[in-house]
């Protein structure tokens, strides 16, 4: 039998996969055998946005046996619950009439909120960056995403998105709590949110930042190694290392040398950046005292040089 | 259309050359690439899919220039690679859905098309388990439907039965053959071993050491040859002399001479022969040309072939 000449589209019932009725008085047995494909084909940007999809559900272990999700819907709990002591305790001291009192005195608020959870965060991209990246190298799965319809940098920028949007979830989602939560405790819900909505954007700016320069710094290590477990251990020590290097130099010098040094740490970096953010002018080791803003470019600029060495790697890589 | 066009291909790694200065042009069918290993086959078929840049020359797939529109070109594609691709963890309806949709198939289709397919390479229940307890054979069949779920215009594969024991071997080529021929899905198959060229081509490319030794339909390659075989019980020495002093190109070997006829009159004259000479004859054969000569510097019969 032959089929139709190749580059005509296959009819809609697929020619020899015809539909055979082989039933009888009962029911009716179909075979419908191969057909071809005569729908939509939505080329590269379709494939690309699928990707991120799925990347963002590996994130965070969906559709994954219930130990993929161990580690960062734990995470995630551990940079929630701040958030939701907070609230308890302020809605408490409300009922007792103390709400002014716990207003002042609580130490959970949106500025200081990114450099109490920092080491989930960090933890969060040590983590699933290379979970991200190292199945599709280890078991050569690269081979079968590079020969679709999508470019290299396509794959390498499509899991960067995705493990940023994670990111951006983690960070945002306690804060967006507390948000919430305190319009809903305020005697006067409007004026409770007008008086918050000023600081929306130093929160989402903090957390674009952190989600960009994490996510690029923790993909750009994890692509260099099929192995798991040493990508994770290379970024923790990525942004470990530097941050009591620095806190040693300060220690140490005091002064430019640790000033200079904070802005190779990503550690420093974001919580100068959280500095700026939340109006403060200085910022960085003791002895440093730089402009805040210094941190701000330093985040970008990294996330930046982090992004292109994931791509070049990419576009490099043997599949 | 012309499904693959090379144009003084070039592929150097380093001093190694791996393809040089291949020009060729394929219709739609079921094409054997055949070769030794290293001699080219893989190579040829990345540089079709764009993960690899040729050093020199282009390639088309389809009249579609493959570096300039690599998406559109694999779109259109399937691939499966020579070694196993396949993450264990997910299951083979998981990983062939996702595969789907990054060939730009929208969801619900990707997801329709998955189940059929899964079916169409043999894949039933064991499909929703993870991909980490398949056999090599199951593993393959998800290979392949992993190249054909966006029911492509092409396939690519390279060394399809990699791995697989006699049977699976037969699966595997059986569903090659139908889905070639019924299906109308032009296919490259890659592949070292000649018996199953010779199984499921109807065209072959012969490449050596990166150079093109043949393109042509199998027929050309298999169809009989003017030369018959005839065994003898004794040393055909003295039969090929006569022969050859009746004109007949020949060639002996052992006990075997190798006669180049040109019509069956020939025929009477190695039974006169030998029956002069007083040899028994075990056998008189037509010889089939087979694909081992494609690669045997010798000719078949005394340099007349």
């Not at chain 2, 339909?217 to 030369?227: H, I, K, M, Y």
């Amino acid at each position: 039998m032959t089929g139709p000449t190749v580059g005509e589209p296959l009819p809609a019932d697929g020619g020899p996969g015809q539909v055979v009725a082989a039933g009888s008085a009962g029911g009716s047995i179909y075979d419908l055998g191969y057909r071809g494909y005569a729908g939509a084909r939505l080329g590269r940007r379709h494939a690309v946005a699928s990707l991120v999809r799925q990347s963002f559900r590996q994130c965070w272990g969906l559709g994954r046996p219930g130990r993929a999700k161990i580690v960062p819907i734990g995470l995630a709990a551990l940079a929630t619950i701040p958030a939701v002591v907070a609230l308890g305790v302020a809605a408490l001291a409300r009922q007792l009439g103390a709400g002014e009192m716990m207003e002042a005195a609580s130490p959970i608020r949106y500025e200081s909120y990114y450099p109490l959870i920092a080491n989930m965060v960090f933890l969060f991209a040590a983590a699933q960056a290379p979970e991200l990246l190292a199945r599709d190298m280890r078991h050569r799965v690269l081979a079968l995403y590079f020969s679709r319809a999508i470019r290299r940098e396509d794959y390498a920028l499509g899991k960067l998105a995705s493990i940023g949007l994670a990111m951006l979830l983690l960070v945002l989602f306690p804060q967006a709590l507390i948000f919430v939560g305190r319009a809903l405790i305020a005697a006067d819900i409007p004026a409770a949110i007008a008086d918050d909505l000023p600081t929306l954007p130093a929160i989402v700016g903090q957390a674009l930042l952190t989600a960009a320069l994490l996510g690029s710094l923790g993909l750009a290590i994890a692509a260099f190694t099929p192995r798991r477990a040493f990508a994770t251990a290379a970024i923790f020590a990525v942004v470990i290392v530097p941050l009591v290097a620095v806190a040693a130099i300060d220690e140490l010098t005091g002064g430019d040398l640790a000033g200079a040094a904070s802005l190779l740490s990503p550690a420093d970096i974001l919580e100068g950046a959280n500095d700026f953010f939340y109006g403060r002018g200085r910022a960085g080791p003791t002895g440093a005292d730089l402009p805040s803003v210094t941190y701000v470019a330093a985040a970008a600029v990294m996330a930046v040089v982090a992004a292109g060495v994931l791509v070049v790697r990419y576009r490099r890589i043997e599949p | 259309m012309t499904l693959i066009r090379l144009d003084a291909l070039t592929k150097r790694y380093g001093r190694v050359t791996a393809l040089e200065d291949l020009t060729l042009e394929l219709e739609p069918g079921i094409i054997g690439l055949v070769g030794s290993n290293g001699a080219g086959k893989s190579t040829l078929i990345r540089i079709l899919l764009g993960l690899l840049a040729p050093t020199a020359g282009r390639a088309f797939v389809m009249d579609r220039d493959v570096r300039r529109e690599g998406t559109t070109v694999r779109a259109l594609v399937g691939y499966m690679p020579e070694h196993d691709a396949l993450a264990p963890d997910l299951s083979a309806t998981e990983l062939v859905a996702h595969m789907a949709e990054l060939s730009g198939l929208p969801r619900s289709a990707a997801r329709e098309r998955t189940a059929d397919v899964l079916r169409h390479v043999g894949l039933y229940e064991e499909r929703y388990r993870p991909i980490g307890g398949y056999s090599t054979g199951m593993r393959q069949r998800v290979m392949l439907a992993q190249a054909l779920v966006h029911d492509p215009r092409l396939l690519l594969l390279d060394e399809p039965t990699n791995g697989l024991d006699p049977a699976g071997r037969e699966d595997m080529l059986g569903l090659v053959r139908r889905t070639g021929t019924e299906f109308g899905i032009a296919i490259v198959l890659a592949s070292h071993l000649l018996g199953e060229i010779e199984r499921v081509c109807d065209y072959l490319v012969a490449i050596e050491a990166g150079r093109l030794v043949r393109a042509a339909p199998l027929a050309s390659f298999t169809g009989r040859t003017g030369v018959v075989h005839v065994e003898l019980d004794d040393d055909a020495a003295a039969l090929g002399g006569r022969l050859a002093a009746a004109g007949l190109a020949q060639r002996t070997d052992g006990r075997s001479v190798f006669v180049e006829l040109a019509d069956d009159a020939g025929y009477d004259t190695i039974r006169d022969a030998a029956a002069a000479l007083d040899v028994g004859v075990v056998r008189i054969e037509q010889e089939r040309r087979s694909l081992e000569d494609l690669f045997r510097d010798e000719p078949v019969a005394g340099g007349a072939a």
